[in-house]
DNA sequence: CTGAAAGCGCTTACAG
DNA sequence: CTGAAAGCGCTTACAG
């Protein structure tokens, strides 16, 4: 079935049922014809010869560091029920948190001229910068924000800043924060920030900063040593995987969680909630960002004006992980 | 930057330089003029043009039921991973179990020209057939059997008796088998099918057999009659979430995991390693057959043989959620 | 090995 | 509102 097909059975030329296609000025009779030659024989436009003569498409792509996070894959369900329901299609590109591949990613969204890209954001260098720099596509930055492009990005300094009040209104005093390296501004820096502010004006309050990276088993290895040294009432990590590690290793020394040791996530998976003791944590509504991103990015495509940021919401989520000392 | 350009660049037709892209005979000296031209212009063909006249494309669809799961985004990465070194492009479709949207999907996908489908299969109805029996593209089955179509599937009832052996092993003699609709064959059917093999000639051995959805939470609500009425010193779960949800119950009542209750799964999520007690299972190799997947779709896409069936592997991970009675 | 030409299935000014 | 024609950037017989 081809566009000639159809308009020789509703006795148009081609042009004209492209008209009807695109919803350009077609008169009632004629639109009538068309609709019901189409119907009839099942007619689907081939995508590529439409995209060849546009030079462009209605897909929107999305690259993401990896496949298996709850916090991708619920960014992503956001994302591809908003775009399926405005007629995008969404295409999504894994690099395996490689960030050379990140940037080919780009490169190669570009050349299938894909209407815009969406970035599940950890870092942004100089390379990308370049690369969306060259491609000229709507582009837009979910989780990290960058003066350079539109983001929509989570609250990680306000719920940083509830962790922190929250911690200190349950009477600890003795915390140790497992945060992340600073080059991650959102979690690394921003997390932290929020916490800091919360706990600044608590003279009583002790806080020692540590550091680890985003694996679950790194947090287990570093957690005996911060432990015995330190001996914090809780340790607030700066994500749940840090947390769900932390949780590990004091569980195997035998430590009852929350009597012996609080303990504190951010994230909201699924997981912490699984758990016993299901864990306290900032709670961010990631299909919601999804979303939100996959409605600024129509809206950038269509050359509608938004907001350079756009901010997720959270929700502290107390459970049953932080014991009350006062 | 396009082939007439090249052409005319390098003092060559354009249909020469099309047969150095596609690999047909030039000679040296052409093919380095060539070359060098594409090199710095930096040339990339254009996907549509080259789609619209051979008629197909280098993409795999791959059709999933779920993107928050731990098998799908496994099995997806390794997916990509294969079908990435075959200069094969991976397209996700999902469809938020929505048997409907799995069908249309698999039309949607035709109309795209991608050279094959992957389908990780729930169920496959009479629509199914017919969508595909249409489409008349390379279609492969993963993780359930069909004799229809070529499939990757995991050895659902080998570890189902691996399962029952190991529990009977221990000394269990009052088991509850929680288990799943029989419509999904692998995981209703063939796990419970090869526990039964195992239990069978034990005398002292009781089992009983219960039905849930897949859910968790259902698991936790189905959990507190099937406990008192039966009292069993195991639970047999046909899947780790199920097993999740047994645990939380379990713990939500107070009971001591394995002490007073003994817990089994089957998947190998990556949870069940974290939790505490860490859970016994049977670790299915979703990575590993997403490869199998791609492996075979390109080989069905080339006309080479391959065999109905494809097996892929399990292996039994005993942890701590299963006591010792004998 | 190489080139000229036709054609894949659309869209888009342009003219009426 | 409608149609004829050109053209998007490739590939593929065909002829040499």
């Known amino acids: 079935m081809t566009i000639a097909e159809i308009a020789k059975l509703a006795g148009v030329a081609k042009s004209t049922v492209s008209r009807y296609l695109n919803g350009g000025s077609v008169s009632e009779n004629t639109k009538l014809k068309i609709e019901q030659v189409i119907k009839e024989t099942g007619y689907v436009p081939n995508t590529f010869a439409r995209s060849l003569?546009?030079?462009k498409t209605s897909i929107v792509g999305t690259i993401v560091p990896r496949l298996n996070s709850y916090a991708t894959s619920q960014t992503l369900i956001g994302i591809d029920e908003h775009l399926r329901e405005n007629n995008y299609q969404l295409l999504i590109s894994n690099t395996s948190q490689d960030l050379n591949r990140e940037v080919e990613s780009i490169y190669s969204l570009a050349n299938q001229k894909i209407a815009g890209?969406?970035?599940?954001?950890?870092?942004?260098?100089?390379?990308?910068?370049?690369?969306?720099?060259?491609?000229?596509?709507?582009?837009?930055?979910?989780?990290?924000?960058?003066?350079?492009?539109?983001?929509?990005?989570?609250?990680?300094e306000h719920a940083g800043y509830e962790i922190g009040k929250y911690v200190i209104s349950q009477g600890h005093k003795k915390i140790a924060y497992l945060g992340v390296t600073e080059e991650d501004i959102?979690?690394?820096?921003?997390?932290k920030r929020g916490f800091q502010k919360a706990v600044r004006y608590d003279n009583e309050c002790e806080v020692h900063y540590f550091e680890t990276s985003f694996k679950l088993t790194e947090a287990i290895k570093k957690?005996?040593?911060?432990?015995?040294?330190?001996?914090p009432s809780i340790f607030v990590?700066?994500?749940?995987?840090?947390?769900?590690?932390?949780?590990?290793?004091?569980?195997?020394?035998?430590?009852?969680?929350?009597?012996?040791?609080?303990?504190?996530?951010?994230?909201?998976?699924?997981?912490t909630e699984i758990i016993h003791p299901s864990i306290t944590t900032a709670n961010f509504f990631y299909k919601e960002a999804g979303i939100l991103a996959a409605k600024n990015i129509v809206k950038l495509i269509n050359n509608e004006e938004i907001e350079k940021v756009t901010v997720s919401n959270f929700e502290l989520i107390i459970r049953d992980?932080?014991?009350k000392l006062n």
Chains 1, 2 share one sequence.
């Open 186 to 191: 959102a979690v690394g820096v921003k997390r």
């Open 321 to 323: 992980s932080v014991d």
């Open 117 to 156: 890209i969406i970035l599940l954001a950890t870092q942004i260098t100089d390379r990308h910068l370049e690369a969306f720099d060259k491609i000229n596509v709507p582009v837009l930055l979910v989780g990290q924000q960058n003066h350079h492009f539109y983001s929509v990005i989570h609250n990680d």
């Open 237 to 271: 990590c700066a994500t749940d995987n840090i947390a769900l590690g932390v949780l590990k290793a004091a569980q195997m020394r035998g430590l009852k969680i929350p009597k012996d040791l609080s303990i504190t996530g951010f994230g909201g998976y699924e997981v």
């Open 223 to 231: 957690f005996p040593a911060i432990f015995e040294t330190y001996k």
């Open 53 to 55: 003569k546009a030079k």
